[in-house]
């Protein structure tokens, strides 16, 4: 009986660590430059169905006026999917305008040791491949939330399309981003799936919708950043 007892603690301590690095997560998107619209697109996101905390269904709300810089498209997070009993990722797709030219875009997004400029969310950020940033490039880092990463760029088609897959924390990670030349600058589309760890998974819904928050926001820094005509991390 003590193993079964010391292994519920621990699954219980584990739990409750997580919860917790949830709320820093939202604590600290909250003081991090967060206005009451970004709070209360947070709620709303917390309240739809499709994230699975709300009684019941909402009606879909169109979009008025112009697209905010990284407005969230989508963020769809289920337990699992029904025609398989494997869980399926998270997901989050996020659509920004960049007024800059597609190659612009494309090599700052692309060179990961950029990324500490708009997601706070990380740090250390480290090319760890020989030669210059092209297809199978590694990266490694750090996550505040959730522990270290490694990042690989597995499809590289230079300026439309980019895939990232690797590890965040404990958990598989994949991003998916392309690029459509506009008039006036660049639209970039991205798709983030991540399947947490097991532990975790009870709690993929809220994970997702804080992610995606997350994200929207780092890519409307992003955007920012690239219109200021900030220098890259690296040359």
Known sequence: ?????????????????????????VARARREEAAPGDLRGVMAALRSPSSGLAPAPMAPRSPSGAAPLGRLLEG????????????????????????REPEVVFDYFADLRNEPQYNRQVSGITKTSPGPIAQNTTFEGSHRGLG???????????????VIEGQVGQGAYRWTSDFEAAKGGTWMNGRME?????????????????LGWNARRS???????LQEGRSPTVP
């Open 76 to 99: 769809d997070v289920t337990t699992q999917d029904p025609r398989s009993s494997q869980p399926v990722p998270g997901i989050a797709r996020v659509r920004v305008f960049v007024s």
């Open 219 to 225: 890519f409307g820094r992003m955007a920012a950043v």
């Open 1 to 25: 009986m003590a193993p079964l007892g010391a292994l519920a603690l621990y699954r219980t301590w584990s739990t409750m660590l997580f919860v917790l690095q949830v709320l820093v997560l």
């Open 194 to 210: 991540w399947q947490p760890p097991p532990r975790w998974r009870p709690f993929r819904r809220l994970l997702g919708v804080v």
């Open 148 to 162: 270290r990463v490694s990042w690989r760029l597995t499809e590289y088609e230079r300026p439309k399309h980019v």
